[in-house]
């Protein structure tokens, strides 16, 4: 092999960040082996000696990686034999890097999930703790970007949870399917030797086997359905950062950020940008770009295992660290957001945000809703034309519009009387979201 052929096929630059799992996947196929009578106790006790020492090699950052072994399974492997000698040759029995590097993966992922669903809880903890907060300050909801009704900062806080929750939702039914044995497949046929999958699967936490060979060592859908639940993910951290720099602009002035959070400008000294925000949004098309990545790597391969796999580990290990690092800093951010409730409120009587709740009135009094909402339409441009909000209409210029109105009406048109009407399961009313809160927490 040319100096650059070794550089192109090798994958030890990055997949060595799986040594543990390599190890791990590695200990629970020698004590198989041994069980089974394959490898002597002996053999065995060398190759649990032998890791425990790279390991510490490993840890100690003295272990020499090397491009002419191509992977961490052969550095591994090479050292361990260079430590114990024959037992060390005799760990790959009834084994292949085909399925070796399927354990592998599956190992890292399941691993990374859990770290990403620890992760997602803090996120909707502190999310959770700064709704209760807000259940009641009352801030415009949109449609379109346009003012539309009234809701409070802590339903629209709920409605981020509820994302969050089915992104993880996601997650643990992506760990179901990529939490399986692959081993035993060894090159893609099986092994003639006595192996007990079972037995690995159990020692490895894995919840059942590949009950293919050829499907174990070749597919990656697990890897494929990982990355299409970060994409999603990141959509979803994507839109609240496009809502924080929106609301952190002074136009709208919704909420303050902790400068730990924020930069300035090397030539506007009165600048403090959104940057975290602005970068959770930016990188969200990176992780679009692993899956599909991923899915292109995938399909027009023959079964079973091709070297094109190898090129499965950089969009991944780059996707859980874009993922961690957002959803890190994300519960973090969380926790330095501050309302501005005035801001919010001088928003809110701009919009004419009650304009439904006065046709809803209308409607309770007997008029169909059709002609109720073409009522309102005429005494909103009305409000327009003088510079104020509906309720600032006397009772008189509003009987103009509807004999029906009357002076019960005032009591409707505030925003706490729009918010507390709205007093159902999903409703926007300060009860509602705070029994909400409560079932959310119950649930975690
Ligand atoms: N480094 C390889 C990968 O990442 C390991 C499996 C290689 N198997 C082989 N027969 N060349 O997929």
Redesign the pocket.
Do not use: A, L, M, T
């Given at each position: 092999m040319s100096d650059l052929v070794k550089r192109y096929t090798a994958?030890v630059g990055f997949?060595r960040r799986m040594w543990r799992q390599d190890i791990r996947a590695s200990l629970a196929h020698a004590r198989m082996l041994a069980r089974q009578g394959i490898i002597a106790p002996e053999d065995l006790a060398d190759i649990q000696r032998g890791m425990a020492q790279i390991v510490s090699e490993i840890e100690a950052g003295a272990f020499v990686w090397s491009l002419d072994l191509?992977?961490v399974?052969l550095n591994i492997e090479k050292r361990l034999t260079t430590l114990v000698g024959d037992a060390g040759k005799r760990l790959h029995t009834g084994r292949s890097?085909?399925d070796q590097?399927a354990v592998d993966i599956r190992l890292f992922l399941r691993d990374s999930i859990d770290d990403i669903l620890v992760l997602l809880g803090q996120f909707q903890s502190n999310l959770l703790e700064l709704a209760e907060r807000e259940a009641a300050t009352p801030m415009p909801g949109f449609t379109h970007l346009q003012v539309a009704q009234p809701i409070t900062f802590g339903h629209h806080l709920l409605a981020w949870f509820e994302m969050s929750r089915r992104d993880a939702e996601r997650f643990a039914d992506v760990r179901r399917r990529t939490n399986r044995l692959p081993l035993g497949a060894a090159a893609l046929a099986g092994t003639s030797y006595p192996i007990d999958r079972e037995f690995v699967a159990a020692e490895l936490g894995f919840e059942g086997l590949c009950e293919n060979s050829l499907d174990a060592v070749s597919d990656r859908d697990f890897a494929i359905e990982f990355c299409a639940a970060s994409a999603l993910l990141m959509m979803h951290f994507s839109r609240m950062s496009e809502e924080l720099v929106l609301w952190m602009n002074p136009r709208f002035a919704f909420v303050k950020m902790a400068d730990r959070f924020c930069t300035g400008s090397s030539i506007m000294p009165q600048k403090k940008n959104p940057d975290v925000p602005e970068l959770a949004r930016g990188k969200t098309g990176r992780v679009y770009g692993h899956l599909t990545a991923l899915l292109t790597l995938m399909k027009g391969q023959p079964l079973a295992?091709n070297?094109d796999?190898?090129e499965d580990?950089e969009p991944l290990f780059d996707t859980v660290d874009t993922v961690t690092d957002t959803l890190r800093i994300y519960a973090d951010m969380i926790t330095g957001i501050t309302a501005r409730p005035d801001s919010m409120r001088d928003a809110l009587r701009q919009g004419f945000a009650t304009a439904t709740d006065l046709a809803d009135y209308l409607t309770r009094k007997g008029l169909p809703f059709r002609d109720a909402h073409q009522t309102v339409g005429l005494a909103v441009r009305r409000a327009e034309e003088l510079g104020i909000d509906l309720p600032q209409l006397s009772l008189a210029e509003l009987q103009g519009f509807s004999p029906l109105i009357g002076d019960d009406i005032f009591a409707m048109l505030t925003v706490e009387g729009s918010l507390a009407a709205r007093n159902h399961i999903g409703g926007t009313a300060p009860d509602q979201v705070r029994a909400a809160i409560v079932r959310a927490r119950g649930l975690r």
């Open positions: 994958s997949d191509e992977d399974h890097r085909n590097v295992y070297k796999n190898q580990k």
